[in-house]
């Protein structure tokens, strides 16, 4: 007798009643491609070196100014 993939009885699960669900009905956004290490684009974030001089330029202020109340 030849070997059969086919089963005879019946499937064990009963027939899904909705579609599969897929992720790809969800996702609203796709993610940004990786960029190559060499890539020399300016970067899509807004920069940062103004709040890095602001928060570097805070305590001199702030020491200036309660010097000058002092004195």
Known sequence: ????RHSITSPSRPPRE?????LSHYV????AAPRAANDNRRSRLPPVWPWAMAAAAAPAVTAALILTRLI
């Open 1 to 4: 007798m030849p070997i059969c």
């Open 18 to 22: 909705q579609p599969i669900v897929r």
């Open 28 to 31: 609203v956004r796709r993610r």
